[in-house]
């Protein structure tokens, strides 16, 4: 009993780090050091919150711990980096101009190399079909190599086929799709600036879930 109860005391007095259930803190999980990649671990300190890493013993970076605030104020600031100025979107649409002239010129060039890479690769196999026995009553072929070579343009012109059904995204879409984001981004990081920490933390979730 006596044993017991000396066990019952050490237990009580007994401080760990660990927590039977995990408390929800903001961006738990979310930011690791960028040397060693040991996260960084969201506690509570007189009411504020703290983020604090373990880092390796040959990890040469100095921040070790740092609140909520500076996290906040660290993303608000990369997010506006992502947000393109007027100057970028106006060197952006000129030089998308002529990119799209060039990316053009060569698409039609393929184009036609494929049409005529596809016109002899129809000729081959009509060439062999028709005159299959004679290949093989010659020894030009045997069973298996005129089967191999038949199999070869076969997949040939029908990879041919499939670059020509595939729908290229035009660079003209790719660059609207970029302002598009561009001017979300800017939306999105007015909201943050006033979002509560469990809505920054969501916002950060859908902008950097890629």
Do not use: H, W
Not at 88 to 106: G, N, V
């Amino acid at each position: 009993e006596l044993f017991n109860a000396v066990q019952q005391a050490l237990k009580k007095r007994k401080v760990s780090v660990r927590y039977a259930e995990k408390i929800e803190l903001p961006f738990r999980g979310l930011v690791r050091c960028a040397v060693c990649s040991r996260v960084y671990t969201p506690y509570l300190q007189k009411g504020i919150q703290y983020f604090g890493a373990r880092c390796a013993a040959s990890c040469v970076n100095p921040k070790k711990s740092f609140n909520l605030s500076f996290l906040e104020n660290a993303l608000a600031k990369f997010i506006e980096r992502l947000v393109l100025t007027e100057a970028e979107l106006i060197q952006l649409d000129a030089s998308t101009s002529t990119d799209i002239s060039l990316f053009e010129e060569k698409r039609l060039k393929e184009i036609e190399f494929n049409d005529r890479r596809k016109k002899k690769i129809r000729e081959d196999l009509a060439y062999l079909r028709t005159n299959k026995l004679q290949l093989l009553r010659s020894g030009v072929y045997a069973p298996e190599m005129l089967l191999e070579e038949e199999t070869k343009l076969n997949t040939e012109l029908v990879s041919l086929q499939n670059q020509e059904s595939v729908s290229d995204l035009s660079m003209q879409a790719a660059m609207e799709d970029i302002v598009k984001l561009s001017e979300l981004l800017k939306s999105g990081s007015s909201y943050y600036s006033f979002a509560k920490s469990s809505e920054k933390e969501r916002l950060i979730k859908i902008i950097f879930s890629g």
